[in-house]
């Protein structure tokens, strides 16, 4: 320590530097890594969705060498995690599609690989991606199976415009070694 | 004590004030967590770096060994179609030759960036245990400068009890009641002696005075009776 720095001067106040020994989930930001599920995981997306009433949810998309997940949390009394995997919408059967452009919504059921999943819930709302505007108005019907402990979720971006994603709840201690990193200077 | 002597005791308060301030051993342990934090975020910065290191050369690596597999079908793929004829079977040789050759150049480079990967990964783990061993040590410090400050706190609280307690002096306050005791006795006393000379005092005035206007009256008195007497012709 410099005799400069013990008397104050051009020291860095503590408030500037950046809680790092209790980063939480939530402080996820793009480039920040995070260890889940025996990989380390770089934040390639923050997005939001805005349901309305002030229910928002917010998303981050986490890659590791060999896969991409999803990482949600959305606030209901409490917060809740959940990762989940886009898979093609064909693989919920070709009929899904047809099914919304016909009667606006999805069947109550679906079964995918083996596992039948039940219509939870389903919502309309804006999306902001990079959690900048302009919003993009899309629906989400969400399933889960009998345990709770699979979820299913269908998003409509246009007329015939879907998307698809398997996933699962997770709890924040499962997330580990948040290294938080500078934005890339472009 | 001359005028030399209180300044020189002044100075002499300040300056302890002064190194005491210094030495506050709260403000040093809060300088010293910052300085950790700083070390902290060096590390979490350097480690950062690392882990993308490790995930880009393990992400190309796995991408050499499929290409090196894609060109491995692609010299079947040749072959096949130099037997079938589609294609002129020296050329399909020579081609094939060269994917093999564009294969084993990739799955040399997968063993590379693969071994790669794993230094990488190897020194994500080191730096992670000193990331961790520093975030320990915040954690631990944090704790104890916690517990230091309500130390502190209730060390100064029992010092500014104590001092007020030391500086109350109850022997000079009883005997100043004391004092006062005997001074109210003594005037009690005194207002007591000064009431008895006063009825003393009076009583011989009074029976001089009553002697006096006694003897007064009575001649008066006498006068009166005299001129009354005369007056009604009586002798």
């Known amino acids: ?186 | 004590m001359s005028i030399f002597s209180r300044l020189f005791k002044i100075g002499q308060s300040e300056a302890h004030s002064v190194v005491n301030r210094f030495e506050d051993p709260i403000k040093l342990t809060e300088q010293g967590i910052r300085d950790l934090k700083t070390d902290l975020q060096q590390a979490m910065t350097s480690l950062a770096e690392v882990k993308g290191i490790a995930i880009r050369t393990r992400k190309d690596a796995d991408n050499k060994k499929k290409l090196a597999a894609d060109y491995e079908r692609k010299a079947m793929l040749l072959l096949q179609k130099g037997q079938s004829g589609a294609v002129d079977m020296s050329e399909a040789e020579r081609l094939a030759t060269e994917a093999l050759s564009k294969k084993e150049q990739m799955a040399q480079d997968a063993v590379r960036g693969s071994q790669e990967a794993q230094r990488h990964e190897q020194m994500a783990n080191n730096l992670q245990g000193n990331v961790n061993k520093i975030k320990s040590t915040i954690s631990t410090a944090e704790n104890d400068l916690t517990t230091l400050r309500a130390r502190a706190k209730t060390a100064s609280s029992t010092k500014k009890i104590n001092k007020q307690l030391a500086n109350i002096d109850t022997s000079g306050t009883m005997a100043m009641l004391e004092k006062m005791k005997a001074k109210v006795e003594e005037d009690e006393s005194l207002a007591i002696a000064y009431g008895e000379m006063a009825s003393a005092e009076k009583s011989v005035d009074d029976e001089i005075s009553r002697a006096l206007e006694s003897g007064n009256q009575s001649a008066a008195t006498s006068a009166s009776l005299l001129e009354l007497k005369k007056k009604m012709g009586i002798e």
Do not use: C
């Not at chain 1, 108005?137 to 269908?154: C, F, N, R, V």
């Open chain 1, 1 to 186: 320590m410099g005799l400069l720095e013990f008397f104050g001067f051009g020291k860095k106040k503590q408030e500037e530097i950046p809680s790092l020994t209790d980063l939480k989930l939530s402080d996820l930001d793009v480039r920040y890594m995070v260890d889940y599920d025996m990989k380390t995981w770089e934040v390639t997306a923050r997005h939001y969705y805005d349901w309305g009433a002030g229910d928002l949810s917010y998303e981050w998309q986490l890659k590791s060498h060999d896969d991409t997940l999803y990482l949600e949390k959305s606030t209901d009394d409490e917060d809740e995690w959940s990762i989940s995997r886009k898979i093609p919408m064909g693989r919920l059967g070709a009929n899904i599609p047809r099914h919304i452009v016909e009667n606006e919504d999805p069947p109550d059921e679906i079964t995918y690989e083996g596992v039948l999943y039940y219509l939870e819930e389903w919502a309309g709302g804006d999306f902001y991606k990079e959690s900048q505007g302009p919003a993009h108005k899309m629906l989400a019907w969400d399933y889960e199976d009998d345990t709770g402990e699979k979820y299913l979720s269908i998003e409509q971006w246009g007329e015939e415009d879907f998307e698809a994603s398997a996933g699962q709840p997770v709890e924040e201690y499962e997330f580990t070694n948040i290294l938080p990193r500078e934005p890339e200077r472009v």
